[in-house]
């Protein structure tokens, strides 16, 4: 083992050490957070409002303080811009990471306290390499750079000292001075709004240096990587970068995404690593060799519910905190956290793949999902589903969306499939006939619509144009940074868009 990575086993061990006492004691560490928050937040308007002093145990605080979404919080988080202070957690919060994870034209505005900055984030920033490091204890991933890639941020319309922009803007923003002699490309390229010109300047500021890792958007890491190997002449990353071993990626499926990174670079020595990182924290680390699950991580400040998407939604539904989760049932994600949001729904569902320790994968959205006849398919399904038709006609997708066709007087319903592909596969038919025969194997509700075509008929595809979601995007001024193409959707808003562009 090299001398800086001794170094660097000394520095992670205590933490590493930390982590495992989480692992084997998840109730306990959990309980602590909980209690660290509500005493923390108890002399905020918040905290008042529900008399957070006089809250005993996590039942009190269950039966008191409603489940909410974003727009519970949106009049709070209006004054907090203004600049008001002690609202949701104390003192004045500086920072919003504007979440647009869906293309939806309303964005959100997630506080970003200093807690949350670096007891989270940065904290969840730190475990990733300190994972790694113990997980690859010869790498040399210290001895080059960090590619990542962020989006923007700006002033915002409320208050002159307040900013707002993508997460990944904000975490560079304030990352420490020394995190530049590590990191590409500079903080001043990596701010730019302007997309297809921050390709540009990314480009030529990193082919000269050693880049030894990547963070980022799987979709937008490729546009970038693509267009590197273009502006280059280059058959593949290794020859741009030969020290190039990790990719940690997250905001989206890789599955969709895996065998086209391959091909970029072609190594049995590159590793993926995921990692579950959102405007409103940092949940989850893979933490395994070639591990399609990553660990809770439960010290970040943030405490954990977990409410079966089996049930109907409202202000106190049941929810089930870490001792009374099961294995492979689906859970919406509710959290409390030092970002000042209380019993939060976030809008993802995750999946326990094993409870000793806590380790999940994520399922879908709790919002992008197709139940217009009540086949409740979920972008888990979906993503199988495609990735099985795929190995099977050895295609290769890009882009895709699926909604429904309603029925109508002379038609049954139908999921119609909008797909933009890399490589189109051997044979069409095939390909759809795969898909919706694994779709059966993964959805016994699809399978029964399905039934001889009862109420749902073979599903629909339209072939899209080259660079169609890219245009799409581009069209409504969000490319890069953590915008996505809904997968799934209850209604035909997304796809019908689509595929008048498609024309």
Same mark, same amino acid.
């Given at each position: ?79 907090? /811009? ?29 506080? %970003? ?33 960090? %590619? ?22 904000? %975490? ?9 002699? !590590? ?5 001043? !390229? ?168 806590? /380790? ?6 709790? /919002? ?70 694994? %779709? ?22 339209? !072939? ?20 996505? !193409? ?5 209604? /035909? ?11």
């Amino acid at each position: 083992m090299p001398v800086l990575n001794k170094i660097i086993s000394k520095i992670h061990s205590k933490r590493l050490r930390q982590i495992e006492h989480f692992s084997k004691n998840a109730e306990e560490v959990q309980t602590g957070q909980f209690k660290h928050l509500i005493k923390t937040a108890s002399k905020t308007e918040w905290g008042k409002l529900y008399d957070y002093k006089s809250i005993v145990n996590i039942s009190d605080f269950q039966q008191r303080v409603p489940v909410q979404d974003y727009d519970a919080y949106l009049s709070h988080i209006i004054r907090l /811009r203004q600049g008001e202070k002690n609202l949701l957690w104390p003192g004045e919060i500086k920072w919003f990471a504007k979440s647009s994870g869906t293309t939806s034209s309303k964005s959100k505005f997630i506080p %970003l306290t200093n807690d949350a900055l670096k007891e989270c984030h940065f904290k969840g920033g730190r475990d990733v390499m300190a994972i790694y490091h113990n997980n690859y204890p010869e790498n040399r991933i210290f001895t080059g750079k960090t %590619l990542t890639l962020g989006g923007s941020h700006q002033i915002n319309n409320f208050n002159t000292h307040s900013r707002y922009g993508d997460l990944s803007a904000l %975490l560079i923003q304030n990352l420490p001075f020394w995190t530049r002699f !590590v990191r590409t490309p500079s903080r001043k !390229v990596a701010l730019l709004v302007e997309w297809e010109e921050k390709l540009k300047l990314i480009t030529a500021e990193t082919i000269k240096q050693n880049v030894t890792s990547l963070a980022g958007v799987p979709s937008w890491f490729l546009v970038l990587l693509r267009h590197i190997i273009e502006f280059t002449g280059k058959n593949h990353l290794l020859e741009i970068w030969p020290n190039l071993e990790l990719f940690i990626h997250g905001g989206v499926s890789f599955n969709p995404y895996r065998s086209q990174y391959h091909d970029l670079i072609p190594s049995d020595k590159m590793h993926y690593m995921e990692t579950y990182n959102a405007s409103e924290g940092f949940f989850a680390i893979q933490d395994e060799k070639n591990s399609s699950s990553m660990l809770l991580m439960l010290d970040y400040g943030i405490f954990f519910e977990f409410m079966p998407v089996s049930q109907k939604w409202g202000p106190f539904p049941e929810t089930v905190t870490l001792d009374r989760v099961l294995p492979n049932v689906d859970y919406a994600v509710v959290i409390s956290t030092n970002g000042g949001l209380w019993r939060y729904l976030i809008g993802d569902t995750i999946r326990f793949s094993c409870i000793n320790p806590y /380790r999940i994968t994520i399922s879908g959205r709790t /919002r992008h999902y197709i139940n217009a006849f009540g086949e409740e398919v979920i972008i888990d399904n979906a993503e199988k589903a495609i990735q099985v038709a795929c190995q099977n006609t050895n295609a290769i997708i890009k882009e895709y969306t699926a909604a429904p066709v309603y029925m109508s007087a002379h038609n049954k319903g139908a999921h119609q499939w909008l797909i933009e592909f890399e490589k189109e596969p051997d044979d069409i038919s095939s390909f759809m006939a795969i898909m919706d025969t694994e %779709l059966k194997e993964q959805n016994s509700d699809y399978e029964a619509k399905r039934y001889k075509d009862i109420t749902l008929e073979f599903p629909h595809l339209t !072939v899209a144009k080259k660079g169609l979601f890219f245009n799409w995007l581009k069209k409504k001024n969000k490319l890069g940074g953590q915008n996505k !193409v809904p997968r799934l959707s209850n209604t /035909r808003d997304y796809i019908d868009e689509l595929l008048e562009l498609n024309k």
